[in-house]
């Protein structure tokens, strides 16, 4: 991760628009966490039951999938997204067969580098009208219940990584539907021997535009792009027709929080992680997308400060990993606003979806999500079915 920081200050005067897209049916659909949606990303999924790197804390996550049609069963397709780090080398210190690593530090031999994986594991499962089923990421499903289909672990010692849901029209084919049935909860549990520490989020929903029930074209996903050439999901003249599939995701995130370091109570301190993953996806390469991150940080005195940062696919960091612009101390309030914009090498709005973990020392974490702004342009996400 490359980080640029520059230090302004200025007087910011915010404001905020709808972030909803709006389709040719009679309803707007949008990007949301509390509605059902045809689309969904859970951004964080965590499993390291053994505690391998000797940090005295295990973790897994506990997915939940819901249909929420209280008629029609559906068919769910979903690709786990592994992004953790693995050895050059093929061998780290905690002696793990797949050579997992958080940084280069876990890794055995002078040159060894930390990658990503970004490998995808795909399964389907079929949920009866208002059926809903769970599963633990370190686990899955094997013995899964009536009108399930079977649900792979994650199957590594250390998986960080992501989970996308896409309503489909059978298990055979697999193209997505225009509809809006599906809502997910993730929980991730840290269990020391201390302590236990669970925090949940639901699952980011990109609802379908017509949501009418048909079958799509083909297994392109097309989010957001109001005009657009007929089928190719590219931004173009307004005369060419109207080819989204899904709302847009959105074009800003906004996130209110405690600067790092601030004392937020007797003995207890802030700080904050967040998890960030780019709207667009190519699971057929497996290319991951890269997206320069902007960052736009007030205080309570509305003075600013700004830093950027690059990301491919999904990432977790801490603030304090931008910069010192996060640390109370530098900042001056104990609290904050911090505005990411989202552009790809082209310079190009993207849309980009995020998850923010705020951990209070002696007091355990919570797990929020930003507030989505506006529309970016239009996001693709192309995936096959073996």
């Known amino acids: 991760m490359r980080t640029q920081i520059l230090r302004t200050a200025a007087i910011a005067g915010l404001a905020l628009g709808a972030g909803i897209a709006t389709g040719s049916t009679a309803l707007a659909q949008s990007v949301t966490t509390d509605e059902p949606a045809g689309y969904l990303v859970f951004p964080r999924i965590v499993s390291d039951v053994n505690d391998i790197f000797g940090t005295g804390t295990a973790t897994n996550t506990v997915i939940q999938l819901t249909n929420t049609n209280p008629t029609d069963s559906v068919t769910v397709h979903c690709f786990y997204i592994n992004a953790t780090g693995s050895c050059s080398s093929g061998v780290n210190d905690a002696g793990s067969i797949g050579a997992e690593c958080r940084d280069q530090g876990d890794c055995v031999g002078a040159f060894a580098t930390c990658d990503p994986q970004w490998t995808v594991a795909d399964f389907t499962i079929e949920l009866s009208p208002q059926q809903p089923t769970g599963w633990v990421a370190d686990e899955g499903n094997s013995v899964a219940p009536p009108g399930d289909g079977a649900i792979p672990p994650v199957n590594a010692d250390f998986f960080v990584g992501e989970l996308r849901c896409i309503q489909v029209n059978d ?8 509809a809006n049935d599906l809502q997910g909860v993730a929980t991730i549990y840290e269990v020391s021997s201390t302590s236990v520490d669970v925090r949940s989020y639901n699952a980011t929903g990109i609802q379908a535009i017509l949501a009418d029930g048909t079958t799509q074209n083909n297994k392109q996903l097309c989010l957001g792009g109001a005009d657009t050439v007929d089928g190719d999901c590219v931004a173009d003249d307004p005369a060419d027709g109207d080819d989204r599939e899904y709302a847009a995701c959105p074009a800003k995130l906004i996130v209110g ?41 007030f205080n309570e005195f509305e003075q600013r400060m700004s830093a950027s940062t690059r990301i491919e696919c999904v990432e ?15 900042q001056g309030t104990l ?19 995020g998850l923010v973990e705020e951990a209070f020392t002696g007091a355990g974490k919570t797990a929020t999500h930003p507030n989505n702004i506006g529309d970016a342009g239009v996001d693709v996400v192309e995936y096959v079915f073996p």
């Open 335 to 353: 609290a904050g606003s911090t505005h990411l914009r989202p552009v790809d090498s082209d310079g190009a709005g993207l849309g980009m979806i």
């Open 316 to 330: 977790t960091f801490a603030l304090s990993d931008i910069g010192n612009i996060f640390d109370v101390s530098v």
């Open 257 to 297: 929080h405690f600067f790092e370091g601030a004392a937020v109570g007797l003995n207890s301190t802030a700080s904050t992680e967040i998890t960030l993953s780019p709207c667009s996806a190519d699971l057929v390469t497996l290319v991951p997308t890269e997206l320069v991150v902007q960052f736009l940080v």
């Open 171 to 178: 298990s055979d084919d697999a193209t997505p539907v225009n």
